[in-house]
């Protein structure tokens, strides 16, 4: 310990230090530092606290997760922690949620590292707390925002001898922040779980209560099962699945998390969800009427008779906060542009995903075009771009181009006919993107068409297009100068925007090339990104650890790519999940200088709300001069990564 105090205390004297005070003007015996000691605490549990429902913001419950070892592995989101909710008035255990606990994260003393170690089979299906600890952590939770007064999100650890630790303490930044600019129009009590049998848990991941009859589709060939108001119940959805969530009234799927396609969509159409359920798929096989909660994950048996009769909330009286930062929207589907635009009061759409109004055709596009139904692709596209451009303008609508992977879209009519030939060992790293454009022109020049359509016939001259999947400068320069022949052509038409995804590596090595080439923005996503710049399919549950948007190499490619297109005056934004899941995403976007931020509908107030108060804190900062950084957990201590950011 006495060695790493002189370390902490030594690098006040490092060659960076010295020269970073030097240029800045402070006197070297003018700065101090300070080593804070804490324990290490040998967890025989551990977890999370909320001190309100994470997904409904419901403040009269604290919520609790826990698992056997140290907390990282609860935090990180690698596996599945048990869930108890409390009441927080009473502190009475109001649901327990256990599951399998397979791994724990333990010290190894003679390493100083963190292993992975199997659970013992007594302990992996008994509780990580008991009901006594469950109170005990609940009753320090209600302390904890007593003393803050605003809701908490909580990390603590109980050791072998029974004693609970708090480890940290931060505002809760979802619902927390949410309750300053939203009040309850409408409550209606909720019937309690005993009411009702409880037939399935899982992930509530798009709130709201309805009930319908159980419809379960076991692959996307029988989608056309679902009716309106059906229950859809499946293993999982991808992009060809929308006609039918469209239709449903609620989703079930097996697997999936917060950040899964059914989720994302769900949460755009305002549909109620649970996922992750493992065994939906059988449990419901059988079942008729059903009641889905996506608050709460709950599925119970028959009709619940105030299922109709949710707690209803809207936004009142402070109006849209002021950002440089400017705050967009994703959006897939169309018809729900007018709602989203007014809820919201986005600044624009950072991401029009284009593959819905293909799925709406119903055809292959290579099946319409044999069929002669090119003018039908160009009309329905426009028409569906025009819904969108109309509801935000004149705030910017970002259209991406069509991004077939050859195995989501089989279904279509034709679809086996011309994708089966395409669909290799892994489809995600495919025949896909901006490369199908120069490979199949035909289609990529009625999807221009469409956007010309749009720009001057309808004169809606805030949609921009973005390339997606962008490999190699050889391709761009084919697709762009297709776009050109076609109409589109930002030399000509200074109103008009080319933007490409960053999502391949090769784009973020090349991206000085690609600004010299005429982009006019990036857009950042941080999934594919993540994937194909950490080696890990983030499906494979067995690497599903390694997964993770915060990694140092993910971020000092995300740093570069802005520090170099604000060079080359290119706009960069961001539409992947990372800054709906981690607050402290945004603050290193900001910090960065990142021109937007696009986020799901459901994230917007947030977001701008985040994204205000980071802007608000860098002012002071210039200010007073006093820096505090808290962004992400494996780069606070990377020299060079911070040189990198002073540097922007």
């Known amino acids: 310990m006495l060695e790493a105090v002189r370390k902490c205390w030594s690098s006040l004297f490092t060659k960076r230090a010295i020269t970073y005070r030097q240029e800045k003007g402070f006197r070297h015996q003018d700065v101090l530092i300070s080593v804070a000691v804490q324990l290490m605490v040998d967890a025989k549990s551990a977890g999370v606290m909320f001190t309100l429902h994470p997904t409904t913001g419901d403040t009269t419950k604290i919520m609790i997760e826990a698992s056997w070892g140290l907390g990282e592995a609860v935090v990180s989101g690698a596996i599945t922690p048990d869930t108890y909710l409390v009441d927080k008035s009473t502190l009475e255990i109001i649901e327990k949620h256990v599951v399998t606990k397979k791994v724990e994260y333990k010290l190894n003393p003679k390493t100083g590292k963190t292993e992975h170690l199997e659970v013992p089979p007594e302990r992996q299906n008994i509780p990580a707390l008991t009901d006594d600890e469950i109170k005990k952590v609940a009753r320090y939770g209600k302390q904890i925002e007593n003393h803050y007064k605003t809701p908490q999100d909580i990390e603590w650890a109980v050791d072998k001898s029974g004693e609970i630790y708090i480890l940290q303490s931060r505002p809760e930044t979802v619902h927390g922040l949410k309750q300053e600019t939203m009040e309850t129009t409408k409550a209606v009590p909720q019937e309690t779980t005993m009411e009702r049998e409880i037939i399935l848990r899982g992930l509530g991941v798009s709130p709201g209560i309805v009930s319908g009859p159980v419809k379960v589709i076991k692959d996307v060939s029988g989608i056309r099962q679902v009716e309106e108001g059906d229950i859809l119940v499946t293993k999982m959805t991808t992009p060809d699945w929308v006609p039918a969530m469209k239709k449903a009234a609620a989703i079930v799927t097996d697997e ?139 705030g910017p609508v970002v259209y991406r181009f069509l991004d077939f992977k050859p195995d989501e879209f089989l279904a279509l009519e034709g679809g086996r006919e011309y994708e089966a030939g395409h669909i290799g060992p892994n489809p995600m790293i495919g025949f896909r993107g901006q490369f199908r454009y120069v490979k199949e022109p035909d289609v990529f020049r009625l999807e221009c068409r469409a956007v010309k359509k749009v720009r001057e016939t309808y004169g809606l001259k805030n949609l ?111 539409c992947g999940q990372a800054p709906s899941v981690y607050p402290d995403y945004l603050e290193f976007l900001v910090r960065m200088g990142a021109t937007s931020i696009s986020v799901n509908p459901d994230a917007v107030a947030f977001t701008r709300q985040m994204v205000a108060k980071i802007e608000q804190k860098l002012l002071l900062e210039n200010v007073t001069g006093h820096t505090r950084i808290r962004v992400g957990k494996n780069f606070m201590d990377d020299v060079e990564f911070w040189k990198l950011v002073e540097d922007k």
């Open 256 to 394: 999936g998390g917060y950040t899964c396609h059914a989720a994302i969509v769900s949460r755009e159409l305002g549909t109620p969800c649970i996922v992750g359920t493992e065994k939906g798929t059988a449990v419901l096989a059988n079942e008729g009427q059903v009641t889905v909660d996506g608050g709460r994950g709950l599925v119970y048996r028959g009709v619940l008779e105030k299922a109709k009769e949710e707690v209803v909330a809207t936004i009142t009286g402070t109006g849209i906060i002021p950002t440089a930062t400017r705050i967009y929207v994703n959006l897939s589907i169309p018809e729900i542009a007018d709602r989203v635009a007014k809820q919201t009061q986005a600044d624009g759409v950072g991401l029009l995903r284009a593959e819905h109004l293909m799925i709406n055709i119903g055809k292959h596009p290579r099946k319409l075009i044999e069929e002669g139904g090119d003018q039908e692709m160009i009309d329905k596209f426009a028409e569906g771009i025009r819904k969108v451009a109309e509801a935000f303008s004149p």
């Open 464 to 574: 921009w297009v973005m390339l997606p999947f962008v490999r190699t400068l050889e391709v761009f320069r084919i697709a762009k100068q297709i776009m050109k022949e076609e109409g589109l052509d930002p030399e000509k038409d200074p109103d008009f925007q080319i933007w490409i995804m960053v999502e391949v590596p090769s784009s973020v090595l090349l991206i000085d090339k690609f600004c010299q080439e005429g982009i006019n923005g990036v857009s950042f996503g941080t999934n594919d990104l993540t994937m194909l710049i950490l080696g890990v399919d983030r499906n494979d549950a067995s690497v599903q650890e390694l997964y993770d948007e915060r990694n140092l190499a993910v971020l000092r490619a995300i740093a570069y790519t802005i520090k170099i297109c604000k060079k080359y005056g290119v706009t960069t934004s961001i």
